[in-house]
Nanobody
Framework: QVQLVESGGGSVQSGGSLRLSCAQYGYFYRRFCMAWVRQAPGKEQREGVAVIDLDGSRRYTASVKGRFTISQDNAKNTLYLQMNSLKPEDTAMYYC????????????????????WGQGTQVTVSS
């Protein structure tokens, strides 16, 4: 049984920084696609933010490139998302997700892209 637990969300002012963590529990017998996905308030569709694919490559959605960095500490079984230069439009619930298959080409299209989800952590950026 795989379990993902996010932490690190909070409220910051525009231009500030936060680091999200996703602790991974269970049997990760092979490399997983690991991802951060967010859902903004009032929006029905989630958005893929960043992924680390099976080969270790990293991809980001255009709006966060140069500001966010995704990383994985295998010794600690923890996924991170370092978020700098935060903007009000980054306000969302951020979810950690994992898949035993390659990451989606578009980072995210539906919840079925990932077999495992965390409970989410809220990030609020004020102007």
């Amino acid at each position: 049984q795989v379990q993902l637990v996010e932490s690190g969300g909070g409220s910051v002012q525009s231009g500030g920084s936060l680091r999200l963590s996703c602790a991974q529990y269970g049997y990760f017998y092979r490399r997983f696609c690991m991802a951060w996905v967010r859902q903004a308030p009032g929006k029905e569709q989630r958005e893929g933010v960043a992924v680390i694919d099976l080969d270790g490559s990293r991809r980001y959605t255009a709006s966060v490139k140069g500001r966010f960095t995704i990383s994985q500490d295998n010794a600690k079984n923890t996924l991170y998302l370092q978020m700098n230069s935060l903007k009000p439009e980054d306000t969302a619930m951020y979810y950690c997700a994992a898949s035993q298959f390659a990451c989606p080409k578009l980072l995210y299209s539906s919840e079925r892209d990932f077999g495992y989800w965390g409970q989410g952590t809220q990030v609020t950026v004020s102007s």
